[in-house]
């Protein structure tokens, strides 16, 4: 198998037409980050981000890869989704992970890997391939739009009727507010998205938690994905007013078919309200009249999906791995981590007291 990397922002020509065929064709994957155009606009922002072109037998394969530094490797867009993976067209055997890890000059690449998008990583009924290491699955809730907006809400009514029953709840409070409530699903304005960026980074330090859009010149990449307009990969915007005011807004990535959800933020001063929940509503049902088939929620199980979650799936996440001491550091940090946050989980009362040390923290952060 030949393997060439190549810089994400230089992608373009035959090999870019050929990727968007493949994530286009019945069957494929069709979601954005997993796109030419999504890799192309990561590069153009972050130098670090490649892509990794195989071939073996006329048949190619993509990954796109962020390297982190000591040969640690992220998925492509990390802060702006959690998923990613090898795109290959069918019939392309499954490489040797640790010889396309030596091409691409890594030890060790982190995923969560978005399905179906090309050879399994290994998972439940599958056999784990050398050089894969899973640490487990994570929750990754969808709306299933294939039968149109009504029929998505049904089901989510009979899935989880005490969420619909609270998403009615907030939306009628809206409505009978004394300001208009009024809804854009494509804003253009810049000012806007910095607005939500504030928003979303407040978020982050409020919690405790570290702010992946403060570093990796977040704020320039949120800018090229929303301006991004191409058939596999096409970004907007969605502003929720109440009033004149922005109460919450979206940055999502679409396909044809796929739509993402990348960052939700709100403004606090609104959040008896849950405009956030709200605005995603409206989006989904706009995703619908545009064609989309599927809204994927974003990893995580937080409540607030359930209101819109019609399937919960849950994705392999783990290493690719070679035999390098840098390797074996990582093996050794996520087995802590993963104890750790295991402990954590399974104890509710020990749960509450972190989450509520994290937010302490967090106010002390400012």
């Given amino acids: ?17 050929r990727w968007a065929r493949a994530l286009s064709a ?57 998923v990613g993976g090898l ?11 640790r010889a396309v890890l030596a091409a691409c000059g890594l030890a060790v690449w982190r995923f969560v890997q978005a399905e179906p998008a090309g050879p ?27 039968e149109g907006y009504e029929a998505h809400r049904t089901a989510v009514r009979r899935r989880s009727p005490a969420s619909a029953k609270t998403l009615r709840k907030h939306e009628n409070r809206l409505a009978r507010g004394a300001v208009p409530v009024r809804y854009v699903f494509d804003a253009r304005d810049p000012q806007l998205l910095g607005t939500m960026l504030r928003w979303k980074s407040a978020q982050y330090r409020a919690s405790g938690w570290s702010d992946p859009l403060a570093a990796e ?11 991004l307009r191409t058939p596999t990969c096409t970004g907007a915007l969605s502003v929720l007013y109440l009033g004149d005011e922005p109460a919450a807004m979206q940055l999502t990535l679409r396909s044809a078919t796929v739509l993402t959800c990348c960052v939700t933020a709100f403004d606090h001063r609104y ?34 999906k359930q209101a819109f979650t019609t399937e919960q799936r849950t994705l392999p996440q783990g290493l690719l791995w070679r035999p390098t001491l840098v390797a074996g550091g990582a093996l050794l940090h996520d087995a802590a981590e993963r104890t750790a946050r295991d402990f954590i989980t399974a104890r509710p009362w020990l749960r509450s007291r972190v989450r509520g040390a994290l937010r ?7």
């Fill in 217 to 227: 010149r977040g704020t320039e990449l949120a800018h090229a994905l929303a301006g």
């Fill in 1 to 17: 198998m030949d393997i060439e990397v190549l810089a994400a922002g230089a992608l373009g020509g035959v090999r870019a037409e």
């Fill in 120 to 146: 399994p990583l290994g998972g439940a009924g599958t056999a784990v391939p050398p050089g894969v290491r899973l640490l487990g699955r994570v929750p990754s809730p969808l709306a299933d739009l294939s």
């Fill in 271 to 304: 959040a008896a309200h849950s405009p956030g929940t709200v605005l995603l509503g409206r989006v989904i049902a706009t995703a619908a009249e545009l064609g989309v088939t599927t809204v994927d929620l974003g990893t995580g199980d937080s409540e607030y």
């Fill in 26 to 82: 019945p069957g494929g994957a069709a979601h954005p980050v997993l796109s030419p155009d999504f890799a192309r606009a990561v590069g153009g922002v972050r130098p670090a981000a490649r892509v990794a072109v195989l071939e073996s037998d006329g048949r190619c394969g993509w990954l796109g890869f962020e390297e982190r530094g000591h040969g640690v490797g992220e998925v492509i867009g990390k802060g702006f989704t959690d």
């Fill in 360 to 366: 302490r923290y967090g106010a002390l952060r400012g």
């Fill in 87 to 97: 795109l290959c067209e069918p019939g392309l055997p499954r490489p040797d992970y």
